[in-house]
């Protein structure tokens, strides 16, 4: 099995994190890969917010929480340190597209590099409420933008998954 196949095969959603932050270039990789994605006419318009900062982690997780309709303290983000944002601006006819390739590359340098990552969702709300202003206001981007998903990312904290089988009849061949 060739080493990217590997990883395409073993990364899994991780659902449990330690609170401790990986190092900045662990990081760094992480978001490189995510910018290196493919994207509709080339025109590279994801856009990427590293959240490390554990007051704006919190909010957004405790946003989020609200969105889903969970009550008390569940933390949707499951303790990860990082929440990386992926945004697009709306008048690109492929966002959602081209931000969802991002996260999947980000998603797939995670798993290389041994650390854990789950897409977590409602970052669609998120951009539509007073929150996602205040995230923009805080990175200096104007304009209209959608929430296209979140990467919770971190030091998994819990021993990889099995690989679940994979369901049958999903590839048909027309020669
Ligand atoms: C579009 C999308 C949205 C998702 N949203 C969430 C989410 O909000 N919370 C969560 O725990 N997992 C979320 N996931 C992760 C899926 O539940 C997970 O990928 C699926 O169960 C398959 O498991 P695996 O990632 O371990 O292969 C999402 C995945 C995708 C692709």
């Given amino acids: 099995m060739s080493k990217l196949t590997k990883i395409i095969k073993e990364r ?24 290196y994605a493919a994207s509709g006419r080339g025109k590279q318009a994801p856009i990427l917010i590293s959240i490390t900062n554990k007051e704006l982690r919190d ?14 303290d569940f933390d949707p983000f499951y303790g990860a340190p990082i929440i990386i944002l992926v945004i697009a601006p709306k008048d690109i006819p492929t966002a959602v597209y081209d931000g969802s390739l991002s996260i999947g590359n980000m998603m797939l340098k995670a798993q290389e590099l041994g650390l854990g ?10 951009m539509e409420s007073d929150l996602g202003k205040e995230i923009l206001d805080k990175v200096g981007l104007k304009g ?20 679940p ?5 999903r590839i048909f061949f027309i020669d």
Avoid: M, Q
Avoid at 59 to 72: F, L
Avoid at 117 to 126: F, N, P, Q, T, V
Avoid at 165 to 169: F, S, V
């Fill in 117 to 126: 990552s789950c897409w977590i969702h409602r970052a669609k709300e998120e």
């Fill in 144 to 163: 209209d933008y959608i929430g296209i998903g979140h990467l919770a990312l971190g030091i998994p904290d819990v021993p990889p998954e099995p690989i």
């Fill in 165 to 169: 089988e994979r369901l049958p009849d």
């Fill in 59 to 72: 909010t957004i997780a405790e946003e989020n929480r609200k969105i889903g309709g969970w009550e008390g």
């Fill in 12 to 35: 899994r959603s991780v659902r449990k994190f330690s609170s401790l932050l990986p190092s900045k270039n662990l990081i760094d990789e992480v978001l490189e890969a995510g910018i």
